[in-house]
Structures are given as C-alpha cells and as structure tokens.
C-alpha cells in the first residue's frame, strides 16, 4: 500500500484571525505519492449561526432550533472548466491551486458553545470518481471588534439595590438588602472590575454566605423559543452574615478572561451580556437574594483608561453601521482591523475552551483542525495567565 496523499488547506495569514471586510487568501495544498484520478478540486466557504437545544424526555421530547447563513460559496479550483475533461489522473507530485474570499462586512465574531455557534470554514474537497472524495476544513476566527469608547455611558458609575423577605408559615422577616457599585460599566478581557457592594441582614436568619460573580449570560433565540444560560466567568466569596448584621464588599476584583464582546453583534439569535452578580444565601429554607448589574466588555478599551496603561488608541474611522442586534447599543464598530499600534493587545484562545466542531455532512475522509476555539482579544495588564486561570464550560 502506497503512502497517503497530503491534502490541507495553507492560508496566507497563518494566525488564522480575520476581521469583517478582510480578505481570506491562501491555497489547496495536494501532495501525491501515487496516481488519483480525479473529477475536481473545489473549495467551499461557509459562515453560519445555528442553536440546537432539546428539553424534556419520552414522547415529550422537543428540539428547538435556529439557523441564520452569512456565506457558502463553492468555487472550483481544477476541474472541467480549466482542463476541458471530465476527470484526469494526476501523477504523483505537490500541486498547489491559489484562493481567495471576500468576507462580508458586519459579520458577528466567531463563538463555539455546546448549543449554540457562530462559524466560519472553508473545506477543500476532491472529487474522486467512483471512490470515496476526500475533505479537509479548516476552521477560523472573526473578530468583530466592540470599541467601547463608542458605546453611551460605558465611562459612567451604575448601581443596584434590591431586596427579598424571608417568610416563615405566617411570619415575615425584615428583609434582606443587597448593594452593588461600580465606578464604570466597560471593560474589556484582561481588566478586573472593581465593585464595591453592601449586604444588610435585617432578619433574624442567619445568612450562609454571599458571594460575587462575574456571570455571562448567553441567550440562544430559537423559532419558537429562546433559552437563558449563565456562565459563572468568575467568582469570590464571603462567609456567614448573623441576624442584624452586615456584609462590606470593599474594592474587589472580578477578572475578565478571553471572552466575545457584549451582543454579539451581528448575530440575530445568540446574544450575550455580562452581569456583576451579588448573591446572598439564606440558611434553611428560601430563595437566594441576587442583584445583577449588567457590564459591557468589549474588545477597544476606554481611551482613559487605556492612557493610564500607557497606551495611545489610534483615532478610528466613522464606520457604516449594519442594524444592531435587539437590545444592543448604537456606536459599534462593524467594520473595522484591529488596531496595529495597539502592543499590549493580544488574541488569546477562547476562555470556553476547545469543542468537538465535526459536523453533519462530514465523513471518516474529512481531515482538518475539528478541534477548535475561537480567540478574543486580551489586554495582559493584570499579568495572569488566561489559558491557566479560566476553566468555563459555556453552553
């Protein structure tokens, strides 16, 4: 048996990171080492939204389901049209057939969770006749960058209050109050939002702990049905508050990992926000106290707070916006390259981690980088490590 064939797909930019708008060139790389007859070489392009759920068991099992197509252009590489044959048998030898795709402005940034994913491939596929074709894919990453400076109020403080009575058979209690503070509501991965936050037990119940987490929010719009999932991104706790008592937050920090931006723009059925979340949990029986305070985290971080790094943001074009997703802010980027002067910036590997990314239509033949994560932009100026710091299994 002879040696087996090389079959991938080289791009020219070899981070493998794109923004809208930008060009994706590269080639098919082919390298034999016996005869293959053969039909065509042809490479496909594809973006896509999808969400997939299914609740309940037995006969009243449901799936839920969404899909939204950006791209999917097929273009021939070798084939008929440049050899006037129906198939030909190639010797053995490296062939290389050069690409290249537009992408489109506006287009969400990549995301990969167990039920939902914004993605985009491009599969190189040889057309075999009357044998097994072969498939390679390559995976890569959008960034659709979120300029925080352009979204209103994210240089402004914001708080919450809210509160909850215990009751017991007939008796109320006092209620517990929860606070919340921030000094500003945008950041971006790699910051740490220091919150402030005062907890009063105006019960007799003593509470079991409070705690504070940084909580992204992930809402997947089915054609019938959206679903809520929380993400605990990261989290601090206090102990026991008594009856009467009172617990102080004083100038904590909740670090950022390498996630998407706030709404997903461009995505009409994903969409993500991020809370700070203080919670309180009662002793025995009741319902946790929970007060969120919704942040932006975007990709350009506020120019004052980038000056205070050392940093100097390049003046950005005024870009022509697409329709923002439901609920979103006006003012974001849609179209723009992520800064080049920008050092202290960096693409770092999905805090959600790798996922299984084969699919429907693949095969046993189909090669590539399946194993996959999207990377989002991360400002080093805490120091720590994100690919060791963060474990998140997003859904």
Same mark, same amino acid.
Do not use: C, W
């Given at each position: 048996m002879g040696k087996k064939e090389v079959f991938q797909i080289i791009l020219d930019n070899p981070s #493998?990171? $794109?923004? &809208? =708008?930008?060009?994706?060139?590269?080639? @098919?790389?082919?390298?034999?080492? +016996? +005869?293959?007859? %053969?039909? /065509? %070489?042809?490479v496909i392009f594809k973006g896509f939204a999808n969400v997939r759920w299914s609740e309940g068991g037995g006969d009243k099992r449901r799936t839920y389901s969404s899909t939204e197509k950006y791209f999917h252009t097929k273009v021939c590489l070798f084939g008929k049209e440049q050899t006037g044959k129906d198939d030909v048998k190639l010797k053995p030898d490296k062939y290389s057939y050069p690409f290249s795709f537009q992408l489109a402005k506006g287009l969400p940034s990549s995301y990969e969770a167990k039920i939902g994913r914004v993605r985009y491939t491009l599969k190189a596929h040889i057309d075999i006749p009357w044998a097994f074709d072969k498939y390679t894919k390559r995976l890569i990453t959008v960034v659709n960058l979120l300029d925080l400076n352009a979204i209103p109020g994210a240089m402004n403080g914001s708080s919450k209050t809210d509160e909850k009575t215990l009751c017991c058979l007939c008796c109320k209690s006092d209620p517990i109050t929860a606070t919340v503070m921030? =000094?500003?509501?945008g950041y971006v991965p790699g910051e740490s939002v220091v919150f402030r936050a005062e907890i009063n037990n105006r019960s007799d119940r003593e509470m079991t702990c409070s705690s504070a987490k940084l909580v992204m929010l992930v809402l997947y719009h089915a054609t019938s049905k959206t679903k809520k999932v929380n993400n605990v991104l990261f989290e601090l706790k206090h102990g026991k508050i008594d009856g009467g008592g009172t617990d102080i937050w004083m100038n904590e920090k909740l670090h950022i990992p390498p996630v998407p931006p706030s709404y997903l723009q461009g995505c009409n059925i994903i969409d993500i926000r991020y809370y700070v979340m203080i919670? @309180? +949990?009662?002793?025995? /029986?009741?319902? +946790?106290?929970?007060?969120?305070? #919704? @942040?932006? %985290?975007?990709?350009?971080?506020?120019?004052? %707070?980038? #000056?205070?790094?050392?940093?100097?943001? &390049?003046q950005q074009?005024?870009?022509?916006?697409?329709q923002p997703s439901p609920g979103a802010p006006k003012g974001i980027y849609s179209a723009t390259a992520m800064p080049t002067n920008l050092p202290q910036a960096t693409l770092v590997e999905s805090a959600m981690g790798r996922v299984n990314t084969t699919e429907d239509d693949d095969t046993k033949e189909t090669t590539g980088n399946t194993d $996959? /994560? &999207?990377?989002?932009?991360?400002?080093?100026w805490d120091k720590p490590d994100p690919k060791n710091t963060f474990t998140v299994q997003c859904q």
């Open positions: #493998e990171i $794109f923004y &809208p =708008d930008q060009l994706v060139s590269g080639r @098919v790389v082919l390298q034999l080492f +016996d +005869d293959m007859k %053969i039909s /065509a %070489i042809n921030l =000094d500003r509501t919670t @309180v +949990d009662p002793s025995g /029986a009741g319902f +946790d106290l929970n007060v969120p305070l #919704e @942040v932006v %985290i975007g990709s350009i971080p506020l120019s004052s %707070i980038a #000056e205070q790094h050392g940093m100097v943001l &390049p074009p005024q870009a022509t916006l697409l $996959f /994560a &999207p990377v989002y932009t991360y400002y080093n």
